[in-house]
C-alpha cells in the first residue's frame, strides 16, 4: 500500500489550492479515504471522508462550506480541493485509508504534503 | 460537538508498563483506535476495533474500551515506543481524535 499527496505549498490567505493522494498497492475503488492534518505543534484533526463510490461524504465543521473532498477511481486518485484558506489552515495534510469494510479506522496514511498559508 | 480528552504526557521507566487514557462520552459504545505518531514520520496504526492489533503491530501493546474510557497498554515498555499516541473514534458521521498523548521513556 502506497498513499503519496502532493500540491502543498506556500499560500496567501483566500486563496484557493487543490491536494492530491495517489494509491497504489491495493484496490482503491474498494476503499473509503480520508484527509486527516497536523497544524504545528497542535494534534491530528480529521478533516473529510469519502465512500469508495464517492457518493457519500463528510466534512469537520472546521473546514464545512470550504474544502471539498473528491476522488478518481480511474486514476486511483483522492483530492481536498480548498478553498478561502486561512492562517489556521497551515498544517501537513495527510491522506489516509479507511479500514475494509468501513471499519471506523485509519489502517494507511500518506507521507503528508505541507500548506503554508501566509501573507 | 463530541469530544476526547487524554492525559497531555506519560512517563514510564524502560521495561514498565505505560497506560495511556482516551475519555469520551459513552466512548465503550464506540469502536476506539490508536495512533503511534514519531516526528517527521506518519502516523500508524497500532489498535483499532478497541482491542485489535494490526499486522506488526508488536503484542506489548494491547487496548480495551469500556464505560467512557479507552486504554491503550504498552507492557515492557521500549525506547523505541517514545512518541505521540492519539485515540480516535466516530461520532455522527464525524471523525474525532483526542488530544494526543506524548509518552516519554525515561
Known amino acids: 500500500v502506497q498513499l503519496v499527496e502532493s500540491g502543498g505549498g506556500l499560500v496567501q490567505p483566500g486563496v484557493s489550492l487543490r491536494l492530491s493522494c495517489a494509491a497504489s498497492?491495493?484496490?482503491?475503488?474498494?476503499?473509503?479515504m480520508n484527509w486527516v492534518r497536523q497544524a504545528p505543534g497542535k494534534g491530528l484533526e480529521w478533516l473529510s471522508y469519502?465512500?469508495?463510490?464517492?457518493?457519500?461524504?463528510y466534512y469537520a465543521s472546521s473546514v464545512k462550506g470550504r474544502f471539498t473532498i473528491s476522488r478518481d477511481n480511474a486514476q486511483n486518485s483522492l483530492y481536498l480541493q480548498m478553498d478561502s484558506l486561512r492562517d489556521e489552515d497551515t498544517a501537513v495534510y495527510y491522506c489516509?485509508?479507511?479500514?475494509?469494510?468501513?471499519?471506523?479506522?485509519?489502517?494507511?496514511w500518506g507521507q503528508g504534503t505541507l500548506v503554508t498559508v501566509s501573507s | 460537538s463530541y469530544e476526547l480528552t487524554q492525559p497531555p504526557s506519560v512517563s514510564v521507566s524502560p521495561g514498565q508498563t505505560a497506560s495511556i487514557t482516551c475519555s469520551g462520552d459513552?466512548?465503550?459504545?464506540?469502536?476506539a483506535s490508536w495512533y503511534q505518531h514519531k516526528p517527521g514520520q506518519s502516523p500508524v496504526l497500532v489498535i483499532y476495533?478497541?482491542?485489535k492489533r494490526p499486522s506488526g503491530i508488536p503484542e506489548r501493546l494491547s487496548g480495551s474500551n469500556s464505560g467512557n474510557t479507552a486504554t491503550l497498554t504498552i507492557s515492557g515498555t521500549q525506547a523505541m515506543d517514545e512518541a505521540d499516541y492519539y485515540c480516535?473514534?466516530?461520532?455522527?458521521?464525524?471523525?474525532?481524535f483526542g488530544g494526543g498523548t506524548k509518552l516519554t521513556v525515561l
Open positions: 489516509a485509508r479507511d479500514g475494509p469494510a468501513s471499519g471506523y479506522y485509519f489502517d494507511f
Open positions: 469519502i465512500s469508495s463510490s464517492g457518493s457519500t461524504v
Open positions: 459513552k466512548l465503550g459504545d464506540k469502536y
Open positions: 480516535q473514534a466516530w461520532d455522527s458521521s464525524t471523525g474525532v
Open positions: 476495533q478497541d482491542t
Open positions: 498497492g491495493f484496490t482503491f475503488t474498494t476503499y473509503s
